[in-house]
Each structure stands twice: as structure tokens, then as C-alpha cells.
């Protein structure tokens, strides 16, 4: 249950990723369940932002967040893109990306919290891959947009503060605002390269994300199409401008880039976890993308 209280309890949950600043070699992944400490477990939880927030170590959690801000100012790094906050925008975080924000002191915005098995059996109501919205995590909307997603928001807060929660209806409601928020999203993709991917591609792109810790040839993904490493080279070159070696390269790199800032994996498991032959080669795949040693990059502030 959530609620006014979630100040003391999500505001606690919070200080945990804060304090974790002065720990160079530790970041939680954050499980929703923590934010239900001592409560009936949730699958959603909702939480009002009035004010500066400071998390300046990147972490991630393990469930879907879609914050909402009207009146708002600051920045927010998703997966290391830094992205202005400002009125009338929605901001989204899925699960496993890496995220820290410093909001400023005069915001007001409205946060949901959705767990990983709810948000993956409504996610369809974005309409979109992932993969799209991890291009556009932040929408600059219209105020009637932000008018309307409010009111659902502010529903699902009445509805959570009821004794007895109608789970039904706050997911009903979660629909609606991911219908709207995909109806705002094709606006951007229509305009964007992204929006114009094959059928192909857009397998190509889930496979990466099934198989990329131990599958780095484009070779592998292309007998999984059913085509060969040249035709899917041709057409990654077409509709992305890459290479599909260069696509499968940008994954790896950011899974080192999040476990390197957002989990206590030495480099030496790092290495095992992408299934790199050895140390040096991961470090020689590190430094030629980021010109950055991975050991550099763990500790350099700038993301």
C-alpha cells in the first residue's frame, strides 16, 4: 500500500540508493518488493515527487517505472544518455536499465512503480519494442496529454489508498496510460528511422537481446533468420546505417557499461558473464568503443 506514507517508506527506500554514493564498489538492483517493507507485497506502487533528489550513482532496479512530471527541472541519465527534465514530459525506465537523476527543487512530478511479471504481461499496451522506447525514454507531451495522464495517475493513487486494493481496476488504468503513451510515442517514431525497421530487424534485435552474453558473430543470428551474414549486414546498413556486427557490439557494451557502474562483479566475472576469451580482450573491446579502460570507466564519474 502506497500512499502518503510513501514518503517515509519510498523516501527510505531512496536513501538506500543515496547513501550507497560513498560506496565505490557496490550498487544495488532494486526490487520493488523493498519498497513494500513491512507492507502487503504490491505489484504497483505509486510515489509523489515534490523537490530536489540527488542519486548521483547509477543503479537499476528490476521492475518498470513511468514517472510523470508537470512542473519539473533537472536532469536524468538513462543508460548513460543524460536527458533534460522539464514540464509536461514522461520518462520511462524498464527493467535492467541503469538510471540516476538530480531533480531540482522546485519539481512536481508522479512516479508508478509496476513489477517486472505485471509490467511483461501489459507491456503490450505500448504497442512498440522496447528497443524503441530505449531510443525516446523522454517524451516532451502536450499539457491536454499530461491533463489526461494525471487523472489516470491520480486514480491509480486513490485506488492503491483504498483498504481493499481492486487490482483489476489499477491495471486497467495502467493500460489506458500505455496506450496513450504509445499513441504519443508514434509521433516520434514516425519521424525516426527507428519507426521504419523490417520485420527482420526487429528479430534481429530481440535475438541480440536473447543471446547476446554468448553469441557475438553475426553469423549465429543470421542462420537463426534463415539468411545469410551478408543479406543481414545489407539490410542493418539500410534501415540503421550499422553494421550488424556494430548492433550486437552496442549490446555487449552496454551490458559492461551497466554491470561495470551498476553491480559488485569484479571485471574478472564480468569477462565470464559476456563470455570474453580473457581479461585483456575484454579490456581491448572496452577501450576501443569508450577509449576508457574498463577499470577507468568503474571509477570515472562521468558517464
Avoid at 10 to 37: A, G, H, T
Avoid at 209 to 215: A, G, L, N, R, W
Avoid at 247 to 256: C, D, G, S, T
Avoid at 261 to 281: G, H, M, N, P
Amino acid at each position: 500500500m502506497i500512499f502518503d506514507e510513501a514518503g517515509m517508506m519510498l523516501d527510505f527506500c531512496f536513501s538506500m540508493v543515496e547513501n550507497i554514493n560513498d560506496k565505490p564498489d557496490y550498487f544495488p538492483v532494486l526490487n520493488i518488493q523493498e519498497f513494500n517493507k513491512g507492507r502487503a507485497e504490491r505489484d504497483v506502487l505509486f510515489h509523489e515527487l515534490h523537490g530536489e533528489r540527488i542519486i548521483e550513482k547509477p543503479h537499476k532496479h528490476d521492475f518498470f517505472i513511468v514517472i510523470l512530471f508537470g512542473q519539473a527541472k533537472g536532469t536524468h541519465a538513462i543508460d548513460f544518455v543524460e536527458h533534460q527534465i522539464a514540464d509536461h514530459q514522461i520518462h520511462l525506465v524498464f527493467p535492467d536499465q541503469v538510471h540516476k537523476w538530480h531533480i531540482g527543487s522546485q519539481t512536481i512530478g508522479y512516479q508508478l512503480m509496476i513489477g517486472r511479471e505485471l509490467f511483461e504481461s501489459i507491456s503490450p499496451s505500448l504497442r512498440f519494442s522496447a528497443s524503441y522506447y530505449h531510443q525516446h525514454p523522454v517524451m516532451n507531451i502536450s499539457s491536454e496529454i499530461y491533463g489526461r495522464l494525471l487523472y489516470e495517475v491520480k486514480n491509480i493513487q486513490r485506488e492503491l489508498g483504498e483498504e481493499k486494493v481492486f487490482e483489476d481496476l489499477v491495471n486497467a488504468r495502467i493500460r489506458i496510460m500505455m496506450l496513450l503513451i504509445s499513441r504519443e510515442a508514434e509521433k516520434i517514431f514516425r519521424h525516426s528511422q527507428t519507426y521504419n525497421f523490417s520485420p527482420l530487424i526487429s528479430k534481429f534485435i530481440l535475438l541480440i537481446d536473447s543471446c547476446f552474453k554468448h553469441e557475438h558473430s553475426v553469423a549465429f543470428y543470421a542462420s537463426k533468420l534463415n539468411i545469410s551474414s551478408n543479406y543481414l549486414n545489407i539490410i542493418c546498413k539500410k534501415h540503421l546505417q550499422l553494421s550488424a556486427s556494430s548492433l550486437i557490439q552496442n549490446r555487449v557494451l552496454l551490458e559492461a557499461k551497466r554491470l561495470l557502474k551498476a553491480s559488485d562483479l569484479s571485471i574478472k566475472e564480468i569477462v565470464y558473464e559476456l563470455d570474453f576469451y580473457d581479461q585483456a580482450s575484454f579490456s581491448k573491446f572496452f577501450k576501443l568503443h569508450t577509449g576508457m579502460t574498463p577499470s577507468q570507466f568503474r571509477v570515472n564519474k562521468v558517464d
